[in-house]
Antibody, heavy 120, light 111 residues
Framework: QVQLQESGPGLVKPSQTLSLTCTVS??????????WSWIRQHPGKGLEWIGY???????YYYSSLMSRVTISVDTSKNQFSLKLSSMTAADTAIYYC????????????WGQGTLVTVSS | QTVVTQEPSLTVSPGGTVTLTCASS?????????PNWFQQKPGQAPRSLIY???NKHSWTPARFSGSLLGGRAALTVSGVQPEDEADYYC???????????FGGGTKLTVL
């Protein structure tokens, strides 16, 4: 059974760059059908897709965040990562990683999420 | 910026039927938007229920179904159970920008 687990700092200072990693177990990140996604949820609010990457390093980013987002993949570690620059309080959120099936067009499973707070 | 709109809240009695809808500011929702529906319970990550308009996962209860209705994506729950009380989010693909955009969510209360 595939599982995803986010890791990274829970607190980031304004203007800094957030770095998060998602470790995939129970499946190879090199599976051809999948893209590996980042999604966030502002506290008490809705969800926002950030972007995804496949094992070849092909990326798609949400147009509203594109200028600040970088997603990368490390197939040797079965991990993928998110970098979000110029963090502000508005980026405080729970960050989830999730698997996206590119043929069926579905997102599952998701990691448990990690809360990132932006504060000095 | 594309906005996807859902009913903020709905209330349904146990055993009843309820339909949640999902509209896009870009126009009528079609199958090309690959509508997805997620259920989220407090303190948990969202879980996929429906994908590509009307496809169910093996774990999706039979009482949940997806469709297109009047230019919107729709999620119908027939024979609502108390455990269906949750937040429900739709997700639409907007191919022009290759963006996936979530709706604001519907809080479903079973009362």
């Amino acid at each position: 059974q595939v599982q995803l687990q986010e890791s990274g700092p829970g607190l980031v200072k304004p203007s800094q760059t957030l770095s998060l990693t998602c470790t995939v177990s129970g499946d190879s990140i090199s599976s051809g059908y999948y893209y590996w996604s980042w999604i966030r949820q502002h506290p008490g609010k809705g969800l926002e897709w950030i972007g995804y990457i496949n094992y070849l390093g092909n990326t798609y980013y949400y147009s509203s965040l594109m200028s600040r987002v970088t997603i990368s993949v490390d197939t040797s570690k079965n991990q993928f990562s998110l970098k979000l620059s110029s963090m502000t309080a508005a980026d405080t959120a729970i960050y989830y990683c999730a698997r996206y099936h590119s043929s069926g067009r579905w997102f599952d499973p998701w990691g448990q999420g990690t809360l990132v707070t932006v504060s000095s | 910026q594309t906005v996807v709109t859902q009913e903020p809240s709905l209330t349904v009695s146990p055993g009843g039927t309820v339909t949640l809808t999902c509209a896009s500011s870009t126009g009528a929702v079609t199958s090309d938007y690959y509508p997805n529906w997620f259920q989220q319970k407090p303190g948990q990550a969202p879980r996929s229920l429906i994908y590509s308009t009307n496809n169910k996962h093996s774990w999706t209860p039979a009482r949940f179904s997806g469709s297109l209705l009047g230019g919107r994506a729709a999620l119908t729950v027939s024979g609502v159970q108390p455990e269906d009380e949750a937040d429900y989010y739709c997700l639409l693909y907007h191919g022009g920008a290759h963006d996936w955009v979530f709706g604001g969510g519907t809080k479903l209360t079973v009362l």
